[in-house]
C-alpha cells in the first residue's frame, strides 16, 4: 500500500527553526508537495520538489531524498502566524496526490 | 470570482436526502477534483476530472456522483447521505493533472444525521 508519514504534532518557540519530517512509500514517484493549512482554512501550496536536493523561498526551505524516500520543510524565524498544520504529499505513478495526515505545529512566545 | 468558491460553507442534512455541493473556478484550469478530509486522515480523493466532459474515480468514490458539463464547475452530488459522509470536503483545480499544482477552495462542512 501506499503510506505517508509524518509527525502529528510539533511544538517550536517563536523566533526559532523548526523541521518538519515526512517519510513515504508510494507506487511511483512524481513530486513531492508541502502545504500549509490553517485551522478551518483550506490548504494552501508551500513549495514542490521533483529532484533531490533543497529548495529555499524565503523563510521557508524543502528538501528531497527521493532515494530515501524522505523528505523534510524546515522553517525559520518562526513567527505566531506560522502555528498551522503542515501537509506532506506525493505525487504517485498515476498522478494522484497521497497525503499525509498532517503535522500541528504549535507556536509559543 | 477569484481562484475556487464552493457552496455551500456548511449543511446539515438528514440521512438519505440527496445534497450536491457545488464547485466553481475561475482560472481556465483543465484539472478539478474533489478531496474530503477528516479528523487524523489525509486528504482523500473522491472524484477527479482531467478536462470539461471527463471524470474519473479516486480512492473513495462510493455513495458520491460527479459531472463536469464545462470547464468552471464540478460538482459532487451524494445521491443519498449517510453519517459515514459527514466531513469537510475541498474542491481542488490544476493546470494540468500531471505536472500541476493544485489549489483549493474554502471546503464545504457537512454533517449528516
Known amino acids: 500500500g501506499q503510506n505517508i508519514d509524518q509527525p502529528t504534532e510539533m511544538t517550536a518557540t517563536e523566533g526559532a527553526i523548526v523541521q518538519i519530517n515526512c517519510t513515504y512509500q508510494?507506487?511511483?514517484?512524481?513530486?513531492l508537495f508541502w502545504y500549509q493549512q490553517h485551522a478551518g482554512e483550506a490548504p494552501t501550496f508551500l513549495s514542490y520538489?521533483?529532484l533531490d536536493g533543497l529548495e529555499e523561498k524565503g523563510r521557508f526551505s524543502s528538501f528531497l531524498s527521493r532515494s530515501k524516500g524522505y523528505s523534510y520543510l524546515l522553517l525559520k524565524e518562526l513567527q505566531m502566524k506560522d502555528s498551522a498544520s503542515y501537509l506532506c504529499a506525493v505525487m504517485d505513478s498515476n498522478y494522484q496526490l497521497i497525503w499525509g495526515a498532517g503535522t500541528k505545529l504549535i507556536i509559543k512566545p | 470570482i477569484a481562484g475556487i468558491t464552493q457552496a455551500p460553507t456548511s449543511q446539515i442534512l438528514a440521512a438519505g436526502r440527496r445534497m450536491t455541493l457545488r464547485c466553481t473556478q475561475d482560472?481556465?484550469?483543465?484539472?478539478m477534483y474533489w478531496y474530503r478530509q477528516d479528523l487524523g486522515l489525509g486528504l482523500r480523493l473522491i472524484h477527479y476530472s482531467n478536462t470539461a466532459g471527463t471524470t474519473g474515480k479516486g480512492e473513495v468514490p462510493d455513495g458520491y456522483s460527479v459531472s463536469r458539463a464545462n470547464t468552471d464547475d464540478f460538482p459532487l452530488t451524494l445521491a443519498s447521505a449517510v453519517p459515514s459522509q459527514t466531513s469537510v470536503y475541498f474542491c481542488a483545480s490544476s493546470e494540468d493533472r500531471e505536472t500541476d499544482t493544485q489549489y483549493f477552495g474554502p471546503g464545504t462542512r457537512l454533517t449528516v444525521l
Open positions: 482560472m481556465r484550469h483543465n484539472a
Open positions: 508510494t507506487s511511483g514517484f512524481n513530486g
Open positions: 520538489n521533483v
